[in-house]
């Protein structure tokens, strides 16, 4: 060094580039969760901790162990009576005679001491220290309000500190938006990675259970099969009994939008927000004016994003002179951040479906909860019907059949044939009638099998389930022709089978064995996927619990 410019303070971008500006490491930054709170303002560095989620994965990163960071050093983790005490709820919206206040948690099994440990809403700056002998017990509590404190919180949001005694270390940072009044926000079960705005204040003891919304993020088409950001879109979903109006509430995350005054979700219904209005309402015939907005903003993330819903909230105060002010600020009402792996959907991303809520009462915040629509009854069959003369293949005889996808996903599969120099039929295993009799499943398709009841009309076919891309040595499904085919510039062949996609790639490949001829076609995709406007096809009501997807969840310090 020293390198030109700065790191940026609320978040940039980061490149690693090798002599002609290649980039070989890129690192997209923030200054708000998920991204490690206690890493902006405080002093600590962040540092690649989980290298194995890939270095642009919030996830990846965590704040130093110590203020300072440990640059051109192994990162270490030193001891610290206070680690397992954790920031568990805080009330920042208030009027009198309610007050603000921070609770703490003792997440361990062993008292801990929280003497001369300080407080503070200002990155940089310790405004509390805690009273000499004050000790939290195991699984147990302390709670400050802000006539202990000498400082109130922001109700339209901030940021929260516990810094050990000596203040070489963050033991927890907490960033908060617009809060509503009266209403705390907490960790449920106590100590639990997330915040959630609490049923009741709960200072000084367990906290309640989470305050339900009554209008959820309910679907996300985020990675269309059309590759089209045009068929992007978001769904809320009142599930109160009443209708909800929506004026002025937002959109938020990756994309951004308003809803106009007016807006209203009936009862127990929907309304779609849209990247294209126009071409949506085109292809979807139960969207219309009434329950479609947009257009957003923006784009949503295909590896991942969040999609926030905030409402309006007034905040209204005396000044030092005794003049009223009122302001405004959002409170969030409803976040999703979705990924594109782990538990969250597969066919999702790029697949053809949407990503839908299965239980409009669950919590959407948890993958497991989501699920793939099911789109397997909206496409029609394509026809695949291909005749060319029988040159210039490989140096084997012509004497299979080889068909596979060219990436994950299932179609069915009717009608095969191969005819020889036009009129001879050299193919008998096509229609399925026997089952998967003359036919071999390798590799990729090797869970493929010959389902009755769906194949051209109602015929038995064949159910390719493909894994991964297929190609032309052991990944694919094969059956032998009853004779090899003569081939030569004077003999043609003719390929032909009807397919119909269900999910994932649209690219199907059938062909000779040695390729001496070939049919690459792209299948018919419904232009109505997901369910925007409707129930979602794999809605399920009173649905067990998710069990906690900890592959997006912030990682606890141990204690010790």
Known sequence: ??????????????????????????????????????????????????????????????????????????????????????????????????????????????????????????????????????????????????????????????????????????????????????????????????????????????????RPSTVVINEIMYHPISESDDDEYIELYNRSAVPIDVSDWRLQGGISYQFPDGTQIPANGYIVVAKNVTNLVANYPQLNAANTYGNYDGTLGNGGDTVQLSMPEDLVATNLVGLVTTNYFYITVDEVTYLDGGRWGEWSDGGGSSLELVDADADNRLSANWADSDESEKAPWTTIDVTAPLVNGGMVAADYIELYLQGPGEVLLDEVGFLHSVQNELFSYGDFSTGSEGWTFEGVVRHSFVETGVGVDNSPALHLVSVDRGDIGCNNASAVLDDAAETGSSKTGRLMAKVRWLKGSRYFLMRLRGNWIEASVPLEVPTDCGTPGQANSRRVYNAGPAIYDVSHAPILPAAG
């Open 1 to 210: 060094g020293p390198y030109d410019g700065k790191l940026a303070n609320s978040g940039g971008t980061l490149r690693f580039c090798n002599e002609v500006n290649g980039i070989l490491q890129e690192v997209e930054y923030e200054n708000r969760a998920p991204w490690p709170v206690a890493a902006f303002g405080t002093g600590h560095s962040l540092v690649l901790s989980h290298p194995s989620y890939g270095e642009n994965d919030a996830r990846a990163w965590s704040a130093s162990d110590r203020v300072g960071g440990s640059p051109g050093t192994t990162e270490s983790v030193g001891a610290e009576p206070l680690r397992g005490v954790v920031i568990n709820e805080y009330l920042a919206h208030t009027d009198l005679p309610q007050v603000d206040y921070i609770e703490l948690f003792n997440t361990t099994g062993q008292s801990i001491d929280l003497s001369g440990a300080w407080l503070s809403d200002e990155a940089g700056t310790n405004k509390y220290q805690i009273p000499e002998s004050t000790t939290i017990h195991a699984r147990s509590f302390a709670a400050f309000d802000q006539n202990e404190l000498g400082f109130a919180l922001s109700a339209d949001g901030e940021q929260i500190y516990l810094m050990n005694a000596d203040q070489t270390r963050v033991i927890d940072a907490v960033s908060f938006s617009g809060q509503a009044n009266g209403i705390s926000e907490g960790r449920y079960p106590d100590g639990a990675p997330d915040f959630q705005p609490l049923s009741t204040t709960t200072k000084g003891t367990a906290n309640t259970t989470p």
